[in-house]
């Protein structure tokens, strides 16, 4: 199972344009290693504030969702 959505480059109703990028299909869960995991069968890791957060995602190479990306989600769910 892809644990991956590919969300498509996307123009925003402001003329920004998003390229595409990869959006996890699951939420993050602390791997057995400390380490962020995007898995269906994993609990989703809670009490992490967004310092923490980033830090956890840049060290297992992955980024945190920017704010036009989320626009770009909205837009092409509404499409």
């Known amino acids: ?10 123009t925003l109703p402001s ?9 996890g299909a699951y939420f993050c869960s602390k791997g057995e290693d400390g380490k ?8 989703p890791w809670t009490r992490i504030n967004f310092a923490e ?10 980024s945190l969702v920017t ?3 989320e626009l770009a989600i909205r837009q092409n769910a509404a499409q």
């Open 53 to 62: 957060a980033k830090a956890a995602c840049e060290e297992s190479g992955f």
């Open 15 to 23: 003329g920004l344009v998003v390229p595409s990028f990869n959006y």
């Open 67 to 69: 704010e036009t990306q």
């Open 1 to 10: 199972m892809n644990k991956f959505v590919i969300v498509p480059e996307t």
């Open 36 to 43: 962020v995991i995007v898995t269906a069968e994993g609990t």
